[in-house]
Structure formats: C-alpha cells, structure tokens
C-alpha cells in the first residue's frame, strides 16, 4: 500500500514536470479515432515531443487533450503526424495503407472516410454510385 502510494506520487510529480517545461502553452481538445490501449500508446507517442507537445488520449471517450507550445508547432502538426501513423481525427484522415498495417485490434470503424450518404436509407459509403440497400444514388454527405 505505502509503495503503491510512491509510486502514485512519483508519477504525479513527474507529470506536473512535463507539462510545466511546455512554454507558451495552448491547450485543445480533439476527438481522435482509435480502439485499444495499443492506440492509446501510438497516439501519444507520435503526438508527443519533448518540451513541445503533450497529448492525453481517452480510450472511452476517443477524446485528446492536447498542450503545445504554439511558437515551435501548431496544432495541425501534432494531428497530422498522428494521422500519418493510422489514425483519423477532425482535421486528417490516416493514409489507408498506413491504417492496413495496424495491428487487428487498432482497426477502428472509419467513420470520417465514409464521405457519401444515401438520403433514403442513411447508408454511408466512400464512393459515390448507387446505395446497395434500396438503389438510390449515393450524395455527398455535408459536414
């Protein structure tokens, strides 16, 4: 009990420590796709930079809480290197080969590349065409 509370403490302070070497911090919050702690560390490995940037990402809610140094990256960069590494979020979409690699249990539903609708039965697709429910042609869903 006594070490397990050390070690809670340890962490607690060594975390405080890396936030608190980010300089001119800006903080957001960014919904990432993932579905594992596999994701969780990829995630935060390829958004996190020393002194630069730190992402927190949360596996139930697929929410990132962000904190960078605005005069040495932007937000953008940060999203974009973890798209680069499979995963989707708000601003990029991870190159499909790229997501094909990861392992089978990183394999999230890829709701944001589903860019087509059909307005009677609702069914999304990547491609427009026709809808394979109800035949109905395929339109392109409005953000």
């Known amino acids: 009990m006594k070490k397990s509370i050390i070690t809670l403490s340890i962490f607690l302070i060594v975390s405080s420590v890396c936030y ?23 995630i935060e490995t390829n958004g996190n930079r020393k002194n630069i940037s730190q992402v927190d990402w ?27 590494a499979g995963f989707d979020n708000e601003q990029f979409l991870a190159p499909d080969a790229v997501y094909e690699k990861l392992d ?13 609708e059909c307005k009677m039965c609702k069914k999304t697709a990547m491609k427009s065409g026709k809808c394979p429910i109800c035949d109905m042609d395929m339109t392109k869903k409005k953000k």
Request: hydrophobic fraction near 35%; glycine fraction near 2%.
């Open 58 to 84: 949360n596996l139930q809610t697929l929410m990132a809480t962000i904190t960078y140094d605005a005069k040495k990256t932007t937000l953008s960069k940060i999203l974009k290197r973890i798209a680069s």
């Open 20 to 42: 608190a070497q980010i300089k001119n911090a800006k903080t957001a919050t960014v919904k990432i796709y993932g579905s594992c702690f596999m994701c969780k560390a990829k």
């Open 104 to 116: 089978k249990c990183c394999h999230y539903e890829r709701i944001l590349k589903h860019q087509y």
